[in-house]
């Protein structure tokens, strides 16, 4: 079993920056895809970035590609996600997902049904 905590969310204006950071504890996530999923009030959840284990491979969606950077540190079973240009449409749930099942894959999944640990979520709200 994993734990996953996500930490950096917050109250910021349009255009500032944050980093949202996921530390894992209970066992390794250093050979396992992991991404960042949100849920705005209202909405359904929606994929937001995801990045193999090696970090060779990442994927974006469409609404943060330029603006967002996702990254991990594998010494400090850790992944980033750093927000530029943020946006009040950014305001939303961020949680942090690792797909157990997929030991060493390379292909960074977008779909919420290819992780199969969730953490707890931190908000971050954007003002106008």
């Known amino acids: 079993q994993v734990q996953l905590v996500e930490s950096g969310g917050g109250l910021v204006q349009a255009g500032d920056s944050l980093k949202l950071s996921c530390t894992a504890s209970g066992r390794t996530i250093t050979r396992y895809t992991m991404a960042w999923f949100r849920q705005a009030p209202g909405k359904e959840r929606e994929f937001v970035a995801a990045?193999?284990?090696?970090?060779?491979?990442?994927q974006y969606a469409d609404s943060v590609k330029g603006r967002f950077t996702i990254s991990r540190d594998n010494f400090k079973n850790t992944m980033y996600l750093q927000m530029g240009s943020l946006k009040p449409d950014d305001t939303a749930i961020y949680f942090c997902?690792?797909?157990?099942?997929?030991?060493?894959?390379?292909?960074?999944?977008?779909?919420?049904?290819?992780?199969?640990?969730w953490g707890r979520g931190t908000q971050v709200s954007v003002s106008s």
């Open positions: 990045i193999t284990w090696s970090g060779a491979n990442t």
């Open positions: 997902v690792v797909n157990l099942r997929g030991r060493d894959s390379e292909t960074p999944h977008s779909s919420e049904y290819e992780y199969t640990d």
